[in-house]
């Protein structure tokens, strides 16, 4: 079989969706998940600008930077709506709910911003991808869980592609990343309310370790999908990317949340929708 991605780009972007479940499941893990947020996304952002200082050029041409704050406005409703989900529902309903809506949309917006088109068996992956993110969604315990699941869902279909318009600026990944996300921070902890201070001391003092190891896993995971970005279509990496389900479910597993025979052919169908779109 002929991969559509160099394998480079196809183990960057695998590598991307396990280290984006596993901060996912991390942040899962907290009590104050929405303070959790905030805080992993300050320590991604200064590991982002740290390594991006010392190990590479960095540039950020001013046509980027509308695109960095368009970025930034998506990230602070992504991180807000994907804390709140996971507040109110298990990892794999909320992470399935929410990927597979931004597969779903993604996809579209890819071919009309940017001209993607995907090949039949392509469609035929993503179509089997989104059959099983949503198959994971049953028996949801929080209807506003899943109103929030769905609203990241669209913010997951839209930053890729604004990411994907701000590097064909000339802009590097490292100063995209840190940027977009550095700017998304204040709005993050601002929708903390006014006992925001006592809120972040209090996540600090209770899960500060993994809280500065899910911040490291989040700012790898998104500089590996920015990187291969840069040189391939959004629509087929998100799909690709969302692979991540597949891992999210394992985590899941291992969280002691309950796993029926429907979540096990969910996964096997997202299995096979990354074979074909890969």
């Not at 959790?36 to 300050?42: D, K, P, V």
């Not at 980027?64 to 529902?89: D, I, M, S």
């Not at 931004?102 to 068996?121: C, D, I, Y």
């Amino acid at each position: 079989m002929t991969l559509s991605l160099p394998a480079g780009a196809l183990a960057f972007i695998l590598l991307s969706a396990v280290l984006h479940a596993a901060w996912n499941a991390v942040l899962k893990s907290t009590e104050d998940k929405a303070a959790a947020s905030a805080l992993l996304g300050a320590v991604s952002v200064a590991a982002a600008g740290l390594v991006g200082a010392l190990a590479f050029e960095l540039s950020a041409p001013a046509a980027a930077l509308p695109w960095v704050v368009a970025c930034a406005g998506v990230e602070v409703l992504y991180f807000v709506t994907l804390a709140a989900a996971l507040q109110r529902l298990p990892l794999g309903t909320g992470y399935g709910l929410s990927r597979g809506l931004g597969l779903l949309l993604v996809v579209p917006g890819a071919l009309l911003l940017f001209g993607e088109r995907l090949a039949p068996s392509e469609l035929a992956g993503v179509a089997l991808l989104s059959a099983g993110l949503f198959a994971l969604v049953q028996g949801a315990p929080s209807r506003s869980g899943v109103v929030l699941a769905a609203v990241c869902g669209v913010t997951i279909a839209v930053y890729p592609l604004l990411y994907k318009r701000a590097l064909a600026e000339g802009i590097d990944a490292f100063t995209l990343f840190a940027g977009s996300v550095g700017l998304s921070v204040p709005g993050q902890i601002a929708m903390l309310g006014s006992g925001r201070r006592r809120r972040l001391a209090a996540c600090m003092r209770q899960h500060g370790p993994i809280v500065l190891v899910a911040g490291l896993l989040c700012c790898t995971s998104f500089l590996l999908f920015l990187v291969v970005l840069k040189e391939h279509g959004p629509g087929r990496l998100t799909a690709l990317r969302n692979s991540s389900v597949l891992f999210a479910s394992l985590f899941s597993m291992l969280r002691g949340e309950e796993r029926t025979l429907r979540d096990g052919l969910s996964a096997l169908a997202v299995g096979a929708g990354c074979v074909l779109v890969a």
